[in-house]
Nanobody
């Protein structure tokens, strides 16, 4: 059983900051990357940032220069530091752990998802 629990969301004023965290528990193994996605009402889910287990990061254009992703492999935890928040950042943020066994075929690869945490940016 694998469960991802997110925390750190809330209400913040434009220009403010939030730090999201997501900790995985259970039979977690063979994780190759961790990441954050978000979904606003009426919008499709979109990637925010990812980090591999060796530290390679990827950011969506809207996140570059404002958000920082970090992870602790030993603790099975991923973080998202969000600065200079804008109203358009308002969304439910989901953490993701990508599981891969490293060899083709990859039919058994799997994504684990958190329950989501609400981030609201408003004055």
């Amino acid at each position: 059983q694998v469960q991802l629990v997110e925390s750190g969301g809330g209400l913040v004023q434009p220009g403010g900051s939030l730090r999201l965290s997501c900790a995985a528990s259970g039979n977690i193994h063979s994780i190759i990357s961790m990441g954050w996605y978000r979904q606003a009402p009426g919008k499709e889910r979109e990637l925010v940032a990812t980090i591999t287990t060796i530290g390679r990061t990827r950011y969506a254009d809207f996140a570059k220069g404002r958000f920082t992703i970090s992870g602790d492999n030993a603790k099975n935890t991923v973080y998202l530091q969000m600065n200079s928040l804008k109203p358009e950042d308002t969304a439910v943020y989901y953490c993701n752990f990508e599981q891969s066994f490293g060899l083709p075929p990859h039919e058994y690869d799997h994504d684990f998802w958190g329950q989501g945490t609400q981030v609201t940016v408003s004055s």
